[in-house]
């Protein structure tokens, strides 16, 4: 549809994506752990390769988008490349901590919609792990009257995507976890709070050496109070 609604604008176009005749071109990525990725991309035929320090599909899509821009504006693929390596990802925004009791905590509470709670899910099912996926999920505000729904489909694309316990805190918690139990997460793994500081109490009895802990929510929810608690309590 894009690409056919495109050819209606008269100026001129540059494109990204897994098309073959895309000028900003996916070739390949290689995700190495959780802090980045290897990143292959064809700009006009010519090879570009970067070390991102960020994962995901969707910071690769964001990466060739970028480099869109900067073809437009002259800029050639080892300048793109410095570019992309000098990258630094933003406060809440998918940042990674190694806890001291061997915990691996992902604090992404600066926003979320039901598109990037499946993008985090995903990035962290795609990783491997010693432990268990630990989800801590608060509200997506601004939903609507779709509140309800979007927030059960989180609850079963958390478990989708291998979410073994799930901590769920706000007004639509039970929408939540209601979701879960859909997808077939067992009742008592999922656990749900009115204020987030018994969440907090309930997940630093349950967390243990290899586990991945992943918070997110929307801003107004102010869920890295979850990441700072975690952290004063056990170190990084």
């Not at 894009?2 to 494109?15: A, L, T, Y």
């Not at 639509?172 to 997808?183: T, Y």
Request: proline fraction near 2%; glycine fraction near 8%; charged fraction near 30%.
């Amino acid at each position: 549809w894009m690409r056919k609604e495109v050819q209606k604008i008269k100026g001129r176009k540059i494109s990204f994506g897994m098309q073959p005749d895309s000028d900003v071109r996916f070739e390949h990525m290689e995700n190495i752990g959780f802090d980045s990725m290897e990143l292959k991309l064809a700009v006009r035929q010519k090879i570009l390769r970067a070390r991102l320090k960020t994962t995901g599909i969707h910071n690769v899509m964001n990466a060739m988008a970028a480099c869109a821009a900067a073809l437009e504006l002259g800029f050639d693929p080892e300048e793109m490349r410095a570019g992309l390596e000098s990258f630094v990802p933003l406060k809440m925004r998918f940042e990674q901590t190694q806890l001291v009791n061997g915990v691996r905590l992902i604090n992404d509470a600066y926003n979320a919609n039901p598109v990037s709670m499946e993008m985090a899910f995903e990035t962290v099912a795609r990783q491997p792990r010693a432990g268990r996926f630990l989800a801590v999920l608060g509200d997506m505000k601004e939903l609507g009257e779709a509140s309800q729904k979007l927030h059960q489909e989180t609850g079963r694309k958390a478990v989708q995507c291998g979410a073994d316990i799930l901590f769920v805190v706000g007004e639509f918690a039970s929408a939540v976890a209601e979701g879960a139990k859909q997808a077939g997460l067992d009742h008592g793994k999922i656990m749900t709070f009115e204020a987030v500081e018994a969440l907090i109490e309930n997940l630093e009895g349950k967390m243990k050496s290899g586990d991945i802990i992943l918070v997110k929510a929307s801003r107004a929810m102010q869920l890295e109070r979850v990441a700072v608690a975690l952290k004063e309590k056990f170190g990084d």
